[in-house]
């Protein structure tokens, strides 16, 4: 399968002339992608509930913030940015008995399409545009006159109305500027949720954790052990994200690449892959899915038993201490926002 690459010339920000779009959210992608497609010429409103940072936020960004139910029985389009669990209940109350029959529905990411949070309808098409960054990434590489790869995604790929809405919206967004690849709801929603659970997330805080456990359980301090599995863990994700695999290796010691090739298998061995598979079929079934909606909606218990455990830690005192040594760590917005 050849995958379809957009760039600007195949976008017509002229689609959105006349067009009203609504941000539902303001965290740090509403943020950007409000601000983008205001810059952009594009004619923006803020559904946010008063109070709170988000609210705040847009207002010093110029925005009226309006309630959600207002923002979008005006709107063409709506961009749905909140958190992916609360889609549901959010389009269900307040978004889908305001909205007029023909517009469109857009999120970032396709948890909510893909598992039906916002189901097919009629009334409305559906559009997926997903920056490949974090919203101070997107907002950042725009106002450098650049923009982050974006993917797109349609309920059906022959439309091409849809398609040129699309793409009329991620150049407004930056995205034309780096490259809009072609995908799938699925293959969006269920890859990213693999990559967070299985590599950039879970399998990179379970490997730090017990590389740590591994090193003090035999009897190393636990000082040498922060700094060996996770404060230089930076300096490899830094190489990998700029060079790949092979100039990661290229820059390291030849003593740290030699221990890459013959540790990494047996760490990373069969019985690994198939505990991968089986994160990955538990994405695919939706059972991953009905689980996290599910705790959600009993006030995410079980979240906040998984964060007060971690907290605890051994690695995340050590950790603190440690980090208050080294002044060029602190931030003074840790969220990154």
């Given at each position: 399968?050849?995958?379809?690459?957009?760039?600007?010339?195949?976008?017509?920000?002229?689609?959105?002339?006349?067009?009203?779009?609504?941000?539902?959210?303001?965290?740090?992608?509403?943020?950007?992608?409000?601000?983008?497609?205001?810059?952009?010429?594009?004619?923006?409103?803020?559904?946010?509930?008063?109070?709170?940072?988000?609210?705040?936020?847009?207002?010093?960004?110029?925005?009226?913030?309006?309630?959600?139910?207002?923002?979008?029985?005006?709107?063409?389009?709506?961009?749905?940015?909140?958190?992916?669990?609360?889609?549901?209940?959010?389009?269900?109350?307040?978004?889908?008995?305001?909205?007029?029959?023909?517009?469109?529905?857009?999120?970032?990411?396709?948890?909510?399409?893909?598992?039906?949070?916002?189901?097919?309808?009629?009334?409305?098409?559906?559009?997926?545009?997903?920056?490949?960054?974090?919203?101070?990434?997107?907002?950042?590489?725009?106002?450098?006159?650049?923009?982050?790869?974006?993917?797109?995604?349609?309920?059906?790929?022959?439309?091409?109305?849809?398609?040129?809405?699309?793409?009329?919206?991620?150049?407004?967004?930056?995205?034309?500027?780096?490259?809009?690849?072609?995908?799938?709801?699925?293959?969006?929603?269920?890859?990213?949720?693999?990559?967070?659970?299985?590599?950039?997330?879970?399998?990179?805080?379970?490997?730090?954790?017990?590389?740590?456990?591994?090193?003090?359980?035999?009897?190393?301090?636990?000082?040498?052990?922060?700094?060996?599995?996770?404060?230089?863990?930076?300096?490899?994700?830094?190489?990998?994200?700029?060079?790949?695999?092979?100039?990661?290796?290229?820059?390291?010691?030849?003593?740290?690449?030699?221990?890459?090739?013959?540790?990494?298998?047996?760490?990373?061995?069969?019985?690994?892959?198939?505990?991968?598979?089986?994160?990955?079929?538990?994405?695919?079934?939706?059972?991953?899915?009905?689980?996290?909606?599910?705790?959600?909606?009993?006030?995410?218990?079980?979240?906040?038993?998984?964060?007060e455990e971690n907290k605890q830690l051994q690695i995340e005192e050590v950790g603190a201490r440690l980090r208050a040594m080294m002044p060029w760590l602190q931030k003074d917005d840790p969220s990154g926002e």
């Amino acid at each position: 399968m050849t995958t379809r690459i957009y760039y600007e010339k195949d976008a017509d920000l002229n689609l959105l002339d006349g067009k009203t779009i609504a941000i539902i959210g303001y965290g740090a992608q509403g943020a950007a992608h409000a601000c983008n497609i205001r810059d952009s010429g594009c004619t923006v409103v803020v559904g946010q509930r008063e109070g709170g940072r988000g609210y705040r936020q847009a207002v010093a960004d110029g925005f009226v913030p309006v309630s959600i139910a207002e923002a979008v029985s005006s709107a063409d389009l709506i961009n749905v940015l909140l958190p992916d669990e609360v889609h549901g209940e959010v389009f269900d109350a307040e978004i889908e008995p305001n909205i007029r029959d023909g517009v469109t529905m857009m999120t970032c990411h396709g948890f909510s399409f893909h598992y039906d949070l916002i189901k097919q309808s009629d009334r409305y098409k559906r559009v997926l545009v997903a920056p490949k960054g974090q919203g101070h990434m997107v907002r950042g590489e725009y106002l450098r006159d650049g923009g982050v790869p974006c993917l797109i995604a349609l309920d059906n790929d022959d439309d091409m109305d849809a398609l040129g809405i699309g793409l009329a919206y991620a150049a407004a967004l930056g995205g034309t500027k780096a490259g809009v690849i072609h995908t799938t709801i699925a293959a969006e929603t269920e890859t990213d949720l693999f990559g967070e659970q299985a590599v950039l997330c879970g399998g990179v805080s379970a490997l730090v954790q017990a590389g740590f456990d591994t090193l003090v359980n035999a009897g190393y301090q636990p000082e040498l052990a922060y700094f060996e599995c996770l404060h230089e863990l930076k300096i490899i994700v830094d190489l990998l994200s700029t060079g790949g695999l092979t100039e990661m290796r290229d820059a390291i010691s030849t003593t740290a690449e030699f221990g890459d090739y013959v540790a990494g298998p047996q760490i990373i061995d069969e019985s690994v892959r198939s505990n991968m598979q089986g994160v990955l079929d538990r994405i695919r079934s939706g059972e991953f899915a009905e689980r996290f909606v599910g705790q959600y909606k009993q006030g995410h218990v079980e979240l906040k038993e998984y964060r007060e455990e971690n907290k605890q830690l051994q690695i995340e005192e050590v950790g603190a201490r440690l980090r208050a040594m080294m002044p060029w760590l602190q931030k003074d917005d840790p969220s990154g926002e």
